[in-house]
């Protein structure tokens, strides 16, 4: 990091960081009114900062293991002003658990690490856990939001989406899995993606 991104960190990270109810086995939110949602590995934090930007009536809960994608969160919230975001830097297992039931109206995994290998496909965060413990602190009706530019894992998701059976999925054709929402921005890992000929697929699930 850059000297000035220490000094954010040092400064600006602590009165975000949501480490110290990580480290107590307390909820870390508690003390917050209104909706809240979460994005489990924000990357370069552009749509984490966008949403948060966009809604402020919000609260946004960001958990990325990185320190540079945390620094980039810190400084957009410096840059911006923004009053409605906190973060962990860490592994979002470690959030959901302290989460209480029905306490997030949307979540976001939005392109994570697609473990091409078959032997490693295992390690995708989509998983029957990982979509229980999601089913269980999402709102009646909250949505999950779930993006990624691999065929493989967009069927391996919608899979495990089917088999739990607690989330629906409305849709009425391609266009609403094939092109980005207005209110889903895009980000540099995306553009990425098109320019070496791959297409986004987006998805939003409802909790029943």
Known sequence: MSPAQKALMENEFPRLDIVPYIKAG???????????????????????????????NVTLLGVEPFLNGVAKAVRGVSDKGLSNIRLHRGDARDVLALLPDNSVSCVFVLFPDPWHKARHNKRRIINEDFLEVLHR??????????GSDIIDYVDWTLTRIKRHGGFDW???GQENW?????????????????????HGHFFE????
């Open 26 to 56: 307390k909820n870390p939110i508690a003390d917050i009114k209104g909706d809240i949602w979460l994005e489990i590995g924000f990357g370069g934090a552009e749509h984490l900062l966008w949403q948060a930007e966009h809604n402020p």
């Open 170 to 172: 409305p849709v009425t």
């Open 137 to 146: 602190v999402i709102v009646p009706g909250g949505r999950f939001r779930f």
């Open 205 to 208: 699930f409802v909790t029943r």
């Open 178 to 198: 094939r092109i980005r929402p207005d209110d889903w921005p895009s980000t540099r890992y995306l553009e990425k993606a098109l320019r070496e000929g791959r």
